[in-house]
């Protein structure tokens, strides 16, 4: 459950539906699903894998597993690099749709041309400080919560809020698939067009698939260190893993019958989602309004519950390796992540910069290293205890799975990165 909290948030329901609309639809999804099953999962295990080994976080696992080994005894301060710039983003994304909600409370969207609500949401975005206030306000609520230590409190709330968000999700998927483009959407959808892709579209779907499973910045690596004795480690990462992609299947499906109905531009970016949506509420009536304020409010919160993992790790780390105080580390973190994300809000350059970043470039690394320590570094027999709980489960899928994580993996993770950046 705490898996399935960290993965299903914005990645799903804002970055999925967009980069599927200016990837040109069905091959990026067959992409995306290959990339899961086949990276993916693979990946979730294997960073998890080190946390329980070492029993220790992302700076200090490393180090107890492989104290000699000088590349990957400091793969840990990577993390701290990959929080803070996803946290930029993040935040700025949290803003837009605490924004959303806002505009659902006055109006519900009730009433709006196509071109009106188009015309208010990039105006929104394009605006200097209007974005920074919003993203500062959920600065605010998240430092709260983590300063005050009571972050295991508010993510208790995933176990009601998941079950809600996807209940939503299904709903509006079936509210969708009425509309007269529905049609349309659903062969954008499944009938691929393999003309457009190229490596660029293989790494924006692995970078997704990192995103999306919260992979490739030692959040896995933090969840394993916590659990001890025997499990059965690919079953509950595997499912967990299924139903991040459902989450981000059900969300296309509830945003491209709206795109071909109103005539919106698939391929237009990161402002996708807030456009689209809103369009179906608009034509749903006094339902429309109550809908867009649970939606955006439960979106909200899931927001929330994500960025706080992220900040967690990230005060976690500056604590134990400055020896600083909670409240200072605190302080420290929002300040220096609210002046990244102020640069992200104010202006889409720096925006997509730190968004290519971190998907296109540190959590492939960040993969790559993980999959090779497990690979290559660590021992067999010791993967293989981990793995299966000394023996206990899925032992010929642990064969499958050290298969990929020492040749595959970061064969496939190495070509797609040197393919989109023109070395071969
Ligand atoms: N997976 C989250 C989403 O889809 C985003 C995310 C990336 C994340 N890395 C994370 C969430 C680390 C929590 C912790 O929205």
Known sequence: MALVGSAVGLGNIWRFPFLVGENGGAAFVII?????????????????????????????????L??????????????????????????VVSGWVLE??????????????????????????????????????????????????????????????????????????????TLSGAGDAIEFLTKPNWNQVTFQTVLDALGQVFFTLSVGMGIMMTYGSYVRGSENMF?????????????????????????????????????LVFIALPN??????????????????????????????????????????????????????????????????????VFNGFDGLVNKFLLPVFGIMCVMFVGWVLRRKVVEDIFTSQGRYSLRIFRVFYFIVRWVAPVAIMCIMLGAFGVI
Request: hydrophobic share 50%.
């Open 66 to 91: 492989a104290p000699q080994n000088r590349v990957f005894r400091h793969q840990g301060l990577l993390c701290i690099v990959i929080g803070f710039t996803i946290l930029g983003v993040y935040n």
């Open 235 to 271: 079953r509950s990462k595997a499912t967990a893993s299924v139903i991040d992609s459902c989450a981000a299947m059900l969300a296309a499906l509830m945003i491209f019958p709206a795109v071909f109905t109103f005539n919106l531009e698939a391929a237009q970016g990161p402002e």
């Open 280 to 349: 179906v509420f608009a034509q749903m009536g006094t339902g429309g309004w109550i809908a867009s304020v649970l939606f955006f409010g439960v979106l909200t919160i899931a927001a929330i519950t994500s960025a706080i993992s992220i900040f967690e790790m990230l005060v976690t780390i500056t604590i134990e390796e400055l020896k600083a105080s909670r409240r200072n580390a605190t302080i420290g973190v929002a300040g220096a992540s609210l002046l990244l994300s102020s640069l992200c809000a104010w202006s889409m350059g």
């Open 100 to 177: 959303s909600l806002v505009e659902s409370i006055k109006t519900g969207f009730q009433g709006q041309s196509p071109e009106q609500i188009s015309r208010n949401f990039t105006d929104f975005t394009s605006s200097v400080w209007k974005p920074i206030l919003y993203c500062t306000g959920y600065m605010v609520i998240t430092s709260l919560i983590v300063g005050r230590g009571i972050e295991k409190g508010i993510e208790k709330w995933n176990k009601i809020l998941m079950p809600l968000l996807f209940a939503m999700l299904v709903a509006l998927c079936i509210n969708s698939l």
């Open 32 to 64: 995306y699903l290959g990339i899961v099953f086949m990276i993916g999962i693979p990946l979730v295990l294997s960073e998890y894998l080190i946390g329980k080994g070492a029993q220790r976080g992302p700076v200090g696992a490393f180090r107890a």
